[in-house]
Protein backbone atom coordinates (compact mmCIF):
# COMPACT_ATOMS: atom_id res chain seq x y z
CA UNK A 1 0.00 0.00 0.00
CA UNK A 2 1.30 3.16 -0.65
CA UNK A 3 2.17 6.29 1.73
CA UNK A 4 -0.85 8.12 0.56
CA UNK A 5 -2.88 5.35 0.91
CA UNK A 6 -2.10 4.59 4.34
CA UNK A 7 -2.96 8.30 5.53
CA UNK A 8 -5.29 8.41 3.84
CA UNK A 9 -6.95 5.49 6.17
CA UNK A 10 -5.65 7.36 9.14
CA UNK A 11 -7.55 10.33 8.31
CA UNK A 12 -10.86 8.14 7.70
CA UNK A 13 -10.20 6.07 11.01
CA UNK A 14 -9.93 9.96 13.05
CA UNK A 15 -13.12 10.53 11.18
CA UNK A 16 -14.78 7.65 11.85
CA UNK A 17 -13.54 7.72 15.78
CA UNK A 18 -14.74 11.08 16.16
CA UNK A 19 -18.31 10.82 14.80
CA UNK A 20 -18.42 7.46 16.85
CA UNK A 21 -17.47 9.38 20.31
CA UNK A 22 -19.04 12.37 19.63
CA UNK A 23 -21.32 11.49 22.72
CA UNK A 24 -18.26 11.46 25.07
CA UNK A 25 -17.18 14.87 23.68
CA UNK A 26 -20.82 16.35 24.74
CA UNK A 27 -21.00 14.84 28.13
CA UNK A 28 -17.32 16.50 29.07
CA UNK A 29 -17.92 19.71 26.43
CA UNK A 30 -21.63 20.26 28.80
CA UNK A 31 -19.85 18.97 32.41
CA UNK A 32 -17.75 21.87 31.65
CA UNK A 33 -20.06 24.69 30.65
CA UNK A 34 -22.48 26.39 33.29
CA UNK A 35 -26.06 25.85 33.59
CA UNK A 36 -26.98 29.14 31.91
CA UNK A 37 -24.99 28.94 29.16
CA UNK A 38 -26.60 25.20 28.67
CA UNK A 39 -29.94 26.73 28.23
CA UNK A 40 -28.71 29.06 25.49
CA UNK A 41 -29.39 27.71 21.62
CA UNK A 42 -27.98 26.36 20.13
CA UNK A 43 -25.43 24.66 22.60
CA UNK A 44 -21.62 25.83 22.44
CA UNK A 45 -19.72 23.32 20.36
CA UNK A 46 -16.47 23.81 22.77
CA UNK A 47 -16.90 25.55 26.34
CA UNK A 48 -15.12 28.79 25.56
CA UNK A 49 -16.10 29.97 29.24
CA UNK A 50 -15.25 26.68 31.00
CA UNK A 51 -16.60 26.73 34.77
CA UNK A 52 -15.83 24.12 37.54
CA UNK A 53 -19.15 24.77 39.17
CA UNK A 54 -21.02 21.43 37.51
CA UNK A 55 -17.96 19.19 39.33
CA UNK A 56 -18.26 21.12 42.55
CA UNK A 57 -22.03 20.37 42.88
CA UNK A 58 -21.43 16.75 41.52
CA UNK A 59 -18.76 16.17 44.42
CA UNK A 60 -21.35 17.80 46.92
CA UNK A 61 -24.22 15.73 45.84
CA UNK A 62 -22.48 12.64 44.35
CA UNK A 63 -19.46 12.37 46.34
CA UNK A 64 -20.52 9.99 48.85
CA UNK A 65 -22.30 7.65 46.22
CA UNK A 66 -19.43 7.30 44.18
CA UNK A 67 -17.21 6.54 47.63
CA UNK A 68 -20.29 3.35 47.78
CA UNK A 69 -19.80 2.89 44.27
CA UNK A 70 -16.26 2.21 45.21
CA UNK A 71 -16.42 0.08 48.51
CA UNK A 72 -18.97 -1.74 46.31
CA UNK A 73 -16.62 -2.90 43.21
CA UNK A 74 -13.42 -3.33 45.60
CA UNK A 75 -15.55 -5.77 47.95
CA UNK A 76 -16.57 -7.34 44.56
CA UNK A 77 -13.80 -8.03 42.76
CA UNK A 78 -12.22 -9.63 46.24
CA UNK A 79 -15.18 -11.65 46.67
CA UNK A 80 -15.29 -12.80 42.92
CA UNK A 81 -11.27 -13.81 42.89
CA UNK A 82 -11.41 -15.72 45.97
CA UNK A 83 -14.25 -17.50 44.84
CA UNK A 84 -13.60 -17.74 40.79
CA UNK A 85 -9.80 -18.25 41.23
CA UNK A 86 -9.17 -21.71 42.50
CA UNK A 87 -12.54 -22.84 40.70
CA UNK A 88 -11.32 -21.81 37.53
CA UNK A 89 -7.90 -23.49 38.30
CA UNK A 90 -9.80 -26.73 39.20
CA UNK A 91 -12.20 -26.85 36.29
CA UNK A 92 -9.22 -26.54 33.55
CA UNK A 93 -6.87 -28.41 35.25
CA UNK A 94 -8.43 -31.27 38.03
CA UNK A 95 -10.04 -34.63 36.35
CA UNK A 96 -12.83 -34.11 38.96
CA UNK A 97 -16.18 -35.88 37.81
CA UNK A 98 -18.63 -33.44 36.60
CA UNK A 99 -15.89 -31.04 35.25
CA UNK A 100 -17.55 -30.58 32.06
CA UNK A 101 -21.32 -30.32 33.64
CA UNK A 102 -19.91 -27.80 36.10
CA UNK A 103 -18.58 -25.49 32.93
CA UNK A 104 -21.79 -26.28 31.22
CA UNK A 105 -23.60 -24.93 34.39
CA UNK A 106 -21.12 -21.43 34.49
CA UNK A 107 -22.34 -20.65 31.04
CA UNK A 108 -25.24 -21.12 31.38
CA UNK A 109 -25.91 -19.25 34.68
CA UNK A 110 -24.62 -16.49 32.28
CA UNK A 111 -27.74 -16.35 30.74
CA UNK A 112 -30.05 -16.23 33.26
CA UNK A 113 -31.61 -12.00 32.87
CA UNK A 114 -30.66 -9.82 35.23
CA UNK A 115 -34.26 -8.87 36.26
CA UNK A 116 -34.93 -12.41 37.54
CA UNK A 117 -32.17 -12.35 39.75
CA UNK A 118 -33.07 -8.71 41.27
CA UNK A 119 -37.13 -10.44 41.65
CA UNK A 120 -36.32 -13.59 43.44
CA UNK A 121 -33.29 -12.16 45.65
CA UNK A 122 -35.13 -8.82 46.52
CA UNK A 123 -37.34 -11.24 49.26
CA UNK A 124 -34.49 -13.57 49.91
CA UNK A 125 -32.51 -10.18 51.08
CA UNK A 126 -35.60 -8.97 52.82
CA UNK A 127 -35.62 -11.90 54.62
CA UNK A 128 -32.11 -12.01 55.83
CA UNK A 129 -31.55 -8.42 55.86
CA UNK A 130 -29.13 -8.08 53.14
CA UNK A 131 -31.21 -4.98 51.38
CA UNK A 132 -29.57 -1.56 51.80
CA UNK A 133 -26.13 -3.49 52.68
CA UNK A 134 -22.79 -3.43 51.52
CA UNK A 135 -22.27 -7.45 51.59
CA UNK A 136 -26.19 -7.73 49.78
CA UNK A 137 -24.82 -5.45 46.60
CA UNK A 138 -21.24 -7.19 46.61
CA UNK A 139 -23.35 -10.91 46.64
CA UNK A 140 -25.36 -9.66 44.36
CA UNK A 141 -22.75 -8.16 41.81
CA UNK A 142 -21.04 -10.61 41.81
CA UNK A 143 -23.59 -12.96 40.08
CA UNK A 144 -22.36 -10.61 37.25
CA UNK A 145 -18.43 -11.26 37.87
CA UNK A 146 -18.31 -14.91 39.18
CA UNK A 147 -19.09 -16.96 35.78
CA UNK A 148 -17.32 -14.37 33.82
CA UNK A 149 -14.14 -14.48 36.15
CA UNK A 150 -14.17 -18.63 36.21
CA UNK A 151 -14.25 -18.67 32.33
CA UNK A 152 -11.57 -16.25 31.27
CA UNK A 153 -9.09 -17.68 34.18
CA UNK A 154 -10.03 -21.06 33.05
CA UNK A 155 -9.16 -20.50 29.42
CA UNK A 156 -5.79 -18.52 30.43
CA UNK A 157 -5.27 -21.57 33.26
CA UNK A 158 -4.84 -24.79 31.11
CA UNK A 159 -2.38 -22.31 29.10
CA UNK A 160 -0.04 -22.94 31.98
CA UNK A 161 2.78 -25.36 31.34
CA UNK A 162 2.36 -28.55 32.37
CA UNK A 163 6.04 -28.72 33.95
CA UNK A 164 5.51 -25.98 35.93
CA UNK A 165 3.09 -27.45 37.98
CA UNK A 166 4.81 -31.38 37.95
CA UNK A 167 7.89 -29.51 39.04
CA UNK A 168 6.41 -27.82 42.31
CA UNK A 169 4.79 -31.05 42.83
CA UNK A 170 7.53 -32.92 42.86
CA UNK A 171 9.16 -30.62 44.97
CA UNK A 172 6.58 -31.59 47.33
CA UNK A 173 4.20 -28.67 47.30
CA UNK A 174 0.27 -29.76 48.24
CA UNK A 175 -2.37 -28.70 45.62
CA UNK A 176 -3.45 -25.37 47.50
CA UNK A 177 0.31 -24.11 47.61
CA UNK A 178 1.20 -25.37 44.25
CA UNK A 179 -1.88 -23.24 43.32
CA UNK A 180 -0.95 -19.86 44.99
CA UNK A 181 3.00 -19.86 44.77
CA UNK A 182 3.26 -21.07 40.93
CA UNK A 183 -0.35 -21.18 39.17
CA UNK A 184 -1.44 -17.45 40.02
CA UNK A 185 2.21 -15.69 39.37
CA UNK A 186 2.52 -17.01 36.44
CA UNK A 187 -1.71 -16.30 35.40
CA UNK A 188 -0.91 -12.73 37.48
CA UNK A 189 -2.02 -10.81 33.58
CA UNK A 190 -5.38 -13.15 34.07
CA UNK A 191 -6.27 -12.55 37.51
CA UNK A 192 -5.98 -8.64 36.47
CA UNK A 193 -7.83 -8.97 33.72
CA UNK A 194 -10.78 -10.44 35.30
CA UNK A 195 -10.52 -8.24 38.59
CA UNK A 196 -10.63 -5.49 36.29
CA UNK A 197 -13.72 -5.97 34.29
CA UNK A 198 -15.42 -7.23 37.79
CA UNK A 199 -14.49 -3.70 39.38
CA UNK A 200 -15.83 -2.12 36.01
CA UNK A 201 -19.23 -4.76 36.16
CA UNK A 202 -20.05 -3.98 39.77
CA UNK A 203 -19.26 -0.09 38.90
CA UNK A 204 -21.60 0.04 36.19
CA UNK A 205 -24.52 -1.82 37.92
CA UNK A 206 -27.85 -0.18 38.20
CA UNK A 207 -30.66 -3.03 37.99
CA UNK A 208 -29.18 -4.51 41.41
CA UNK A 209 -28.42 -1.54 42.45
CA UNK A 210 -31.96 0.32 42.25
CA UNK A 211 -33.88 -2.99 43.23
CA UNK A 212 -31.45 -3.42 46.18
CA UNK A 213 -30.83 0.14 47.70
CA UNK A 214 -33.74 2.41 49.02
CA UNK A 215 -31.04 5.75 49.32
CA UNK A 216 -31.89 5.55 52.68
CA UNK A 217 -28.54 4.71 53.84
CA UNK A 218 -26.21 3.71 50.79
CA UNK A 219 -26.86 4.70 47.52
CA UNK A 220 -24.67 3.50 44.26
CA UNK A 221 -23.32 5.74 41.73
CA UNK A 222 -25.81 4.46 39.00
CA UNK A 223 -28.36 5.11 41.07
CA UNK A 224 -27.43 8.53 42.02
CA UNK A 225 -27.02 9.65 38.68
CA UNK A 226 -30.67 7.79 37.53
CA UNK A 227 -32.09 9.97 40.39
CA UNK A 228 -30.27 13.31 39.44
CA UNK A 229 -31.50 13.07 35.83
CA UNK A 230 -34.77 12.46 36.61
CA UNK A 231 -35.32 15.60 38.86
CA UNK A 232 -33.52 17.98 37.88
CA UNK A 233 -33.85 17.98 34.22
CA UNK A 234 -32.27 21.86 33.65
CA UNK A 235 -29.19 20.76 35.82
CA UNK A 236 -27.27 19.21 32.89
CA UNK A 237 -23.60 20.41 34.36
CA UNK A 238 -24.05 18.83 37.19
CA UNK A 239 -25.54 15.88 35.67
CA UNK A 240 -23.11 15.20 33.04
CA UNK A 241 -19.94 16.10 35.52
CA UNK A 242 -21.15 13.44 37.27
CA UNK A 243 -21.24 11.14 34.79
CA UNK A 244 -17.77 11.70 33.37
CA UNK A 245 -16.90 10.82 37.35
CA UNK A 246 -18.61 7.64 37.00
CA UNK A 247 -16.28 7.36 33.81
CA UNK A 248 -13.50 7.64 35.13
CA UNK A 249 -12.33 3.87 36.11
CA UNK A 250 -13.89 2.88 32.25
CA UNK A 251 -11.00 5.32 31.14
CA UNK A 252 -8.49 4.68 33.04
CA UNK A 253 -8.90 1.04 32.33
CA UNK A 254 -9.20 1.88 28.30
CA UNK A 255 -6.25 3.47 28.59
CA UNK A 256 -4.03 1.88 30.56
CA UNK A 257 -5.41 -2.05 29.83
CA UNK A 258 -6.23 -1.77 26.95
CA UNK A 259 -4.33 -4.74 26.01
CA UNK A 260 -6.90 -6.72 28.81
CA UNK A 261 -9.62 -4.98 27.45
CA UNK A 262 -9.86 -7.16 23.96
CA UNK A 263 -9.31 -10.37 25.78
CA UNK A 264 -12.32 -9.46 28.50
CA UNK A 265 -14.34 -8.94 25.75
CA UNK A 266 -13.55 -11.98 23.86
CA UNK A 267 -12.86 -13.97 26.84
CA UNK A 268 -16.31 -13.31 28.94
CA UNK A 269 -18.83 -13.67 26.81
CA UNK A 270 -21.09 -10.97 27.41
CA UNK A 271 -21.63 -7.26 29.66
CA UNK A 272 -24.92 -7.50 31.16
CA UNK B 1 -6.42 -14.35 21.84
CA UNK B 2 -6.37 -12.58 18.48
CA UNK B 3 -7.99 -15.77 16.89
CA UNK B 4 -9.84 -17.16 19.61
CA UNK B 5 -13.07 -15.36 20.39
CA UNK B 6 -14.26 -18.34 22.48
CA UNK B 7 -14.65 -18.71 26.67
CA UNK B 8 -14.11 -21.95 26.18
CA UNK B 9 -11.68 -22.96 24.57
CA UNK B 10 -7.54 -23.64 25.61
CA UNK B 11 -5.01 -26.03 25.51
CA UNK B 12 -5.45 -29.12 26.88
CA UNK B 13 -1.75 -29.22 28.48
CA UNK B 14 -0.47 -31.66 29.95
CA UNK B 15 -2.50 -32.81 33.21
CA UNK B 16 -1.36 -31.65 36.98
CA UNK B 17 -3.32 -34.61 37.97
CA UNK B 18 -1.23 -37.52 39.68
CA UNK B 19 -2.33 -40.85 40.61
CA UNK B 20 -0.27 -41.45 44.30
CA UNK B 21 -1.48 -43.72 47.30
CA UNK B 22 -3.80 -41.62 49.49
CA UNK B 23 -5.25 -40.29 45.85
CA UNK B 24 -8.75 -40.16 47.95
CA UNK B 25 -7.47 -37.27 50.20
CA UNK B 26 -5.97 -35.53 47.13
CA UNK B 27 -9.53 -35.75 45.49
CA UNK B 28 -11.00 -34.64 48.57
CA UNK B 29 -8.47 -31.55 48.44
CA UNK B 30 -9.38 -31.00 44.84
CA UNK B 31 -12.85 -30.73 45.69
CA UNK B 32 -12.12 -27.47 47.78
CA UNK B 33 -10.96 -25.87 45.00
CA UNK B 34 -14.45 -25.72 43.54
CA UNK B 35 -16.50 -25.99 46.32
CA UNK B 36 -17.05 -22.36 46.80
CA UNK B 37 -17.48 -21.59 43.52
CA UNK B 38 -20.60 -24.17 43.70
CA UNK B 39 -22.04 -23.09 47.11
CA UNK B 40 -21.99 -19.53 45.66
CA UNK B 41 -23.82 -21.25 41.99
CA UNK B 42 -26.31 -22.74 44.21
CA UNK B 43 -26.87 -19.93 46.70
CA UNK B 44 -26.88 -17.30 44.04
CA UNK B 45 -27.84 -18.63 40.92
CA UNK B 46 -30.20 -22.09 40.95
CA UNK B 47 -31.90 -20.67 44.12
CA UNK B 48 -33.21 -17.89 43.09
CA UNK B 49 -34.22 -19.33 39.61
CA UNK B 50 -36.47 -21.77 41.54
CA UNK B 51 -37.54 -19.44 44.08
CA UNK B 52 -38.74 -16.73 40.99
CA UNK B 53 -40.22 -20.37 39.19
CA UNK B 54 -42.22 -20.49 42.46
CA UNK B 55 -43.33 -16.63 43.12
CA UNK B 56 -44.54 -16.78 39.49
CA UNK B 57 -47.02 -19.42 41.01
CA UNK B 58 -47.93 -17.17 44.31
CA UNK B 59 -49.71 -13.86 44.78
CA UNK B 60 -47.50 -11.10 46.14
CA UNK B 61 -48.14 -8.14 47.62
CA UNK B 62 -46.71 -5.32 49.86
CA UNK B 63 -47.99 -7.57 52.85
CA UNK B 64 -46.09 -10.81 52.19
CA UNK B 65 -42.94 -9.11 52.79
CA UNK B 66 -44.31 -7.73 56.92
CA UNK B 67 -46.53 -10.78 57.17
CA UNK B 68 -45.34 -13.20 55.11
CA UNK B 69 -48.37 -14.42 53.13
CA UNK B 70 -47.95 -14.97 49.50
CA UNK B 71 -51.02 -17.61 48.93
CA UNK B 72 -50.59 -20.10 45.71
CA UNK B 73 -52.72 -18.62 42.85
CA UNK B 74 -51.68 -21.48 39.96
CA UNK B 75 -51.95 -20.08 36.42
CA UNK B 76 -53.55 -16.46 37.65
CA UNK B 77 -50.38 -14.44 37.34
CA UNK B 78 -49.89 -15.94 33.98
CA UNK B 79 -53.17 -15.61 33.09
CA UNK B 80 -53.27 -11.91 34.24
CA UNK B 81 -50.46 -10.93 32.34
CA UNK B 82 -51.47 -12.59 29.13
CA UNK B 83 -54.82 -10.82 29.26
CA UNK B 84 -53.09 -7.11 30.10
CA UNK B 85 -53.16 -5.03 27.36
CA UNK B 86 -49.31 -4.06 27.91
CA UNK B 87 -48.31 -7.73 27.17
CA UNK B 88 -48.77 -7.11 23.46
CA UNK B 89 -47.03 -3.93 23.14
CA UNK B 90 -44.55 -5.41 25.23
CA UNK B 91 -43.91 -8.48 23.34
CA UNK B 92 -43.72 -6.11 20.33
CA UNK B 93 -41.40 -3.96 21.66
CA UNK B 94 -38.64 -6.14 22.51
CA UNK B 95 -38.93 -7.66 19.15
CA UNK B 96 -38.51 -4.66 17.66
CA UNK B 97 -35.84 -3.41 20.25
CA UNK B 98 -33.81 -6.89 19.87
CA UNK B 99 -34.45 -6.97 15.78
CA UNK B 100 -33.39 -3.51 15.54
CA UNK B 101 -30.28 -2.89 17.94
CA UNK B 102 -29.01 -6.67 16.74
CA UNK B 103 -29.23 -5.52 12.99
CA UNK B 104 -27.63 -2.02 12.82
CA UNK B 105 -25.15 -2.85 15.53
CA UNK B 106 -24.05 -5.88 13.70
CA UNK B 107 -23.85 -3.98 10.13
CA UNK B 108 -21.66 -1.24 11.42
CA UNK B 109 -19.40 -3.45 13.83
CA UNK B 110 -18.76 -5.44 10.78
CA UNK B 111 -18.19 -2.53 8.42
CA UNK B 112 -15.58 -1.15 11.28
CA UNK B 113 -14.23 -4.43 11.51
CA UNK B 114 -13.03 -4.59 7.61
CA UNK B 115 -12.07 -0.83 7.71
CA UNK B 116 -9.84 -1.94 10.85
CA UNK B 117 -8.40 -4.82 9.16
CA UNK B 118 -6.39 -2.36 7.04
CA UNK B 119 -2.84 -1.76 8.14
CA UNK B 120 -2.26 2.26 8.70
CA UNK B 121 -0.63 3.99 11.61
CA UNK B 122 -3.11 4.62 14.33
CA UNK B 123 -4.88 1.61 13.22
CA UNK B 124 -4.70 0.11 16.69
CA UNK B 125 -5.14 2.77 18.72
CA UNK B 126 -7.99 3.81 17.39
CA UNK B 127 -10.22 0.43 16.72
CA UNK B 128 -9.60 0.80 21.23
CA UNK B 129 -10.82 4.32 21.72
CA UNK B 130 -13.90 2.78 19.98
CA UNK B 131 -14.22 0.45 22.45
CA UNK B 132 -14.77 3.17 25.00
CA UNK B 133 -19.15 3.02 24.84
CA UNK B 134 -18.81 -0.54 25.42
CA UNK B 135 -16.94 0.42 28.81
CA UNK B 136 -18.87 2.83 30.48
CA UNK B 137 -21.67 2.02 32.76
CA UNK B 138 -24.70 2.29 30.90
CA UNK B 139 -26.67 4.81 33.04
CA UNK B 140 -23.40 7.02 31.99
CA UNK B 141 -23.98 6.97 28.19
CA UNK B 142 -28.40 6.98 28.95
CA UNK B 143 -27.84 10.24 30.84
CA UNK B 144 -25.99 11.41 28.16
CA UNK B 145 -27.86 10.32 25.29
CA UNK B 146 -30.87 11.84 27.58
CA UNK B 147 -29.04 15.16 27.04
CA UNK B 148 -28.85 14.52 23.49
CA UNK B 149 -32.20 14.20 22.76
CA UNK B 150 -33.64 16.62 25.00
CA UNK B 151 -36.31 18.44 23.65
CA UNK B 152 -35.57 22.42 23.74
CA UNK B 153 -31.81 21.97 24.09
CA UNK B 154 -30.18 19.14 23.36
CA UNK B 155 -27.96 18.88 20.80
CA UNK B 156 -29.57 16.48 17.99
CA UNK B 157 -32.56 18.59 17.94
CA UNK B 158 -30.33 21.93 17.21
CA UNK B 159 -28.13 19.78 14.71
CA UNK B 160 -31.53 18.99 12.73
CA UNK B 161 -32.61 22.74 12.81
CA UNK B 162 -29.92 24.23 11.83
CA UNK B 163 -29.19 21.52 9.11
CA UNK B 164 -32.71 22.41 8.35
CA UNK B 165 -33.82 19.08 7.98
CA UNK B 166 -36.93 19.87 10.46
CA UNK B 167 -38.53 22.67 11.24
CA UNK B 168 -39.80 22.15 14.49
CA UNK B 169 -37.98 20.38 17.54
CA UNK B 170 -39.09 16.09 17.41
CA UNK B 171 -39.83 15.17 20.86
CA UNK B 172 -37.67 12.49 21.44
CA UNK B 173 -38.02 10.70 24.61
CA UNK B 174 -41.51 12.43 25.13
CA UNK B 175 -43.68 11.26 21.90
CA UNK B 176 -45.05 7.18 21.89
CA UNK B 177 -44.37 7.57 18.32
CA UNK B 178 -40.00 8.04 18.87
CA UNK B 179 -39.38 6.58 22.03
CA UNK B 180 -38.62 3.54 21.18
CA UNK B 181 -36.77 4.01 17.97
CA UNK B 182 -34.52 6.75 20.72
CA UNK B 183 -33.67 3.88 22.47
CA UNK B 184 -32.58 1.72 20.21
CA UNK B 185 -30.55 4.15 18.53
CA UNK B 186 -29.03 4.46 21.82
CA UNK B 187 -28.26 0.89 22.14
CA UNK B 188 -27.29 0.47 19.06
CA UNK B 189 -24.01 3.14 19.63
CA UNK B 190 -23.34 0.95 23.00
CA UNK B 191 -23.54 -2.38 20.97
CA UNK B 192 -21.07 -1.53 18.32
CA UNK B 193 -17.82 -2.09 20.06
CA UNK B 194 -18.89 -5.60 20.96
CA UNK B 195 -19.24 -6.42 17.43
CA UNK B 196 -16.77 -4.88 16.03
CA UNK B 197 -13.88 -6.51 18.99
CA UNK B 198 -15.26 -10.02 17.84
CA UNK B 199 -15.91 -9.96 14.38
CA UNK B 200 -12.53 -8.24 13.83
CA UNK B 201 -10.42 -11.07 15.64
CA UNK B 202 -12.60 -13.33 13.67
CA UNK B 203 -11.13 -11.51 10.86
CA UNK B 204 -7.72 -11.92 11.75
CA UNK B 205 -8.24 -15.65 11.35
CA UNK B 206 -8.97 -15.23 7.77
CA UNK B 207 -5.45 -16.40 5.68
CA UNK B 208 -4.26 -13.21 3.86
CA UNK B 209 -3.25 -15.65 1.03
CA UNK B 210 -6.87 -16.53 0.11
CA UNK B 211 -7.16 -12.27 -0.77
CA UNK B 212 -4.20 -12.63 -2.41
CA UNK B 213 -5.36 -15.18 -4.56
CA UNK B 214 -8.66 -14.05 -5.35
CA UNK B 215 -7.30 -10.80 -6.36
CA UNK B 216 -5.08 -12.47 -9.00
CA UNK B 217 -7.82 -14.22 -10.30
CA UNK B 218 -9.60 -10.86 -10.51
CA UNK B 219 -12.18 -10.67 -7.75
CA UNK B 220 -13.06 -6.72 -6.73
CA UNK B 221 -13.18 -5.97 -3.03
CA UNK B 222 -17.18 -6.40 -3.00
CA UNK B 223 -16.59 -10.15 -4.39
CA UNK B 224 -14.01 -10.91 -2.01
CA UNK B 225 -16.00 -9.91 1.01
CA UNK B 226 -18.60 -11.87 -0.48
CA UNK B 227 -17.40 -14.98 -1.43
CA UNK B 228 -14.13 -14.91 1.21
CA UNK B 229 -14.82 -12.81 4.24
CA UNK B 230 -18.83 -13.64 4.90
CA UNK B 231 -18.35 -17.64 4.27
CA UNK B 232 -15.62 -17.56 6.47
CA UNK B 233 -16.84 -15.98 9.23
CA UNK B 234 -19.96 -17.77 9.76
CA UNK B 235 -18.97 -19.38 13.02
CA UNK B 236 -17.89 -15.76 14.65
CA UNK B 237 -21.00 -14.38 12.89
CA UNK B 238 -23.23 -16.81 14.72
CA UNK B 239 -21.48 -16.29 17.99
CA UNK B 240 -21.75 -12.77 17.63
CA UNK B 241 -25.29 -12.66 17.40
CA UNK B 242 -26.39 -15.16 19.37
CA UNK B 243 -24.80 -13.49 22.35
CA UNK B 244 -26.05 -9.87 21.53
CA UNK B 245 -29.03 -11.59 21.58
CA UNK B 246 -29.36 -13.05 24.81
CA UNK B 247 -27.76 -9.49 25.94
CA UNK B 248 -30.32 -7.39 24.00
CA UNK B 249 -33.25 -9.09 25.03
CA UNK B 250 -32.49 -8.43 28.77
CA UNK B 251 -31.59 -4.45 28.32
CA UNK B 252 -32.66 -2.54 31.34
CA UNK B 253 -30.94 0.13 32.09
CA UNK B 254 -30.73 1.62 28.89
CA UNK B 255 -34.61 2.16 28.72
CA UNK B 256 -35.22 2.80 32.41
CA UNK B 257 -32.80 6.00 32.33
CA UNK B 258 -34.26 7.47 29.08
CA UNK B 259 -37.71 6.92 29.04
CA UNK B 260 -38.56 3.99 32.08
CA UNK B 261 -40.51 2.01 29.60
CA UNK B 262 -43.05 5.59 28.67
CA UNK B 263 -44.12 7.63 27.44
CA UNK B 264 -47.79 5.69 27.54
CA UNK B 265 -45.69 2.18 27.76
CA UNK B 266 -44.32 3.01 24.69
CA UNK B 267 -40.84 1.63 25.35
CA UNK B 268 -42.38 -1.10 27.16
CA UNK B 269 -40.34 -4.07 26.94
CA UNK B 270 -40.37 -7.48 28.88
CA UNK B 271 -37.58 -6.56 31.02
CA UNK B 272 -38.83 -3.25 32.25
CA UNK B 273 -42.19 -4.39 32.70
CA UNK B 274 -41.34 -7.01 35.03
CA UNK B 275 -39.14 -4.50 36.59
CA UNK B 276 -42.47 -2.38 37.04
CA UNK B 277 -44.91 -4.82 38.03
CA UNK B 278 -42.50 -6.01 41.03
CA UNK B 279 -40.81 -3.24 42.27
CA UNK B 280 -43.40 0.32 41.53
CA UNK B 281 -46.53 -2.30 41.58
CA UNK B 282 -44.83 -4.34 44.38
CA UNK B 283 -46.43 -7.82 42.16
CA UNK B 284 -43.62 -10.00 42.62
CA UNK B 285 -45.90 -12.71 41.56
CA UNK B 286 -46.59 -11.47 37.92
CA UNK B 287 -42.92 -9.69 37.67
CA UNK B 288 -41.47 -13.36 38.39
CA UNK B 289 -43.93 -14.25 35.88
CA UNK B 290 -42.97 -12.27 32.90
CA UNK B 291 -39.29 -13.01 34.16
CA UNK B 292 -39.69 -16.77 33.45
CA UNK B 293 -40.92 -15.89 29.73
CA UNK B 294 -38.00 -13.71 29.77
CA UNK B 295 -35.70 -17.00 30.85
CA UNK B 296 -37.97 -19.58 28.32
CA UNK B 297 -36.80 -17.44 24.94
CA UNK B 298 -33.13 -16.87 26.47
CA UNK B 299 -32.58 -20.32 26.98
CA UNK B 300 -34.22 -21.19 23.82
CA UNK B 301 -31.05 -19.16 22.59
CA UNK B 302 -28.70 -19.62 24.85
CA UNK B 303 -28.89 -23.74 23.65
CA UNK B 304 -28.88 -22.87 20.07
CA UNK B 305 -25.10 -20.68 21.65
CA UNK B 306 -23.81 -23.44 23.34
CA UNK B 307 -24.52 -26.28 20.39
CA UNK B 308 -23.20 -23.61 17.87
CA UNK B 309 -19.62 -23.43 20.11
CA UNK B 310 -19.69 -27.48 21.15
CA UNK B 311 -16.91 -27.97 18.34
CA UNK B 312 -14.29 -25.35 20.55
CA UNK B 313 -15.49 -26.67 23.72
CA UNK B 314 -15.22 -30.05 23.23
CA UNK B 315 -11.23 -29.60 22.81
CA UNK B 316 -10.92 -27.35 25.31
CA UNK B 317 -12.44 -29.34 28.68
CA UNK B 318 -11.60 -32.26 30.57
CA UNK B 319 -13.47 -34.91 31.27
CA UNK B 320 -13.84 -36.30 34.30
Aim: with cysteine; aromatic share 12%.
Amino acid sequence: MTTTRRVLNTAVGIVLVLVFLAPVYWMVNVSLQSSDALLRTPPAWFPFDPTWSGYAEAIRTQGSHLVTSLVIALGTVVFTLVVSAPAAYALARFRLRGTLALVLVVLLVQMVPGIVMANSLYPIFSGVGLLDSYPGMILADSTLTVPFAVLILRTFMSGVPGELIEAARVDGCGQWRTFGSVVLPVCRNAVITAGLFSFLFAWADFLFAVSFTTGNTIQPITVGIYRFVGNQTTNWNGVMATAVLASIPAAVLLLTAQRYVAAGITGGGVKE
Amino acid sequence: MTTNTRTTSGTSGPRATRRKPGGNREGLVKWTFVLPMMLFLLLFFCYPVLRNLAMSFQQWTVASFYEGGSPFVGLDNYIALVTDPIFGGAVLNTALFTAGSLSFQFVIGLGLAVFFQRRFPLSGTLRGLMLLPWLLPLVVSGAVFRWIYDEGFGVLNQLLLGLHLISDPIPWLSSTQYALTSAIIANIWVGVPFNLVILHSGLQAVPASLYEAAALDGAGPWQRFRMITLPLLRPVIAIVLMLGLIYTLKVFDMIMILTGGGPANASETLTTWSFALSFEEFDFGQGAAVGNLLIVVALVFALLYLRSIRNTFSSGGERG
